[in-house]
């Protein structure tokens, strides 16, 4: 006697399949986790007011103005902002003669810093100085 063979049903078939699309998409998760970017390191963007700010300088004739720091990244920092002066003012940051300053920012705040230009001779009409910001490494 022969033995007649039994073919699968279709319910095997569609078991099948969804099994094989599970497992595939379980790789491309696996995969796309593994190859995925970093977040990007933070940044720090600076624009200074272009209009003296109302401050108490220490020296006669001093005029302040206002930087506003933003971290631009996506994650928290320290950041170490320099203030440039010029020919015709020397820059510093409150109170007394720091050139630099130390800011801690989470992502996508701001906090506004203030710095002093004080007339250097006879220089009239100060304007503001370049602050510029770096992530330090704390």
């Keep these: 006697m022969m033995e007649a063979t039994q073919r699968p049903s279709a319910s095997y078939h569609v078991a099948v399949a969804v099994l094989v699309v599970?497992?595939?998409?379980?790789?491309?998760?696996?995969?796309?986790?593994?190859?995925?970017?970093g977040a990007p390191a933070a940044h720090a963007e600076v624009s200074t007011i272009q209009e003296p700010s109302h401050c108490h300088p220490a020296a006669p004739g001093s005029v302040?103005?206002?930087?506003?720091?933003?971290?631009?990244?996506?994650?928290?920092?320290?950041f170490l902002c320099d203030v440039s002066s010029t020919d015709a003012g020397q820059a510093s940051f409150p109170p007394?003669?720091?050139?630099?300053?130390?800011?801690?920012?989470?992502?996508?705040?701001q906090v506004t810093v203030q710095s002093v230009v004080t007339p250097v001779g006879a220089a009239t009409g100060i304007g503001p100085p370049l602050v510029t910001c770096s992530q330090a490494s704390v």
């Design 64 to 78: 302040c103005f206002d930087n506003v720091v933003q971290n631009a990244g996506a994650t928290a920092a320290t």
């Design 22 to 37: 599970l497992l595939f998409t379980a790789a491309t998760l696996i995969i796309s986790m593994a190859v995925r970017p």
């Design 96 to 109: 007394g003669t720091s050139s630099s300053t130390m800011v801690y920012l989470q992502p996508g705040n």
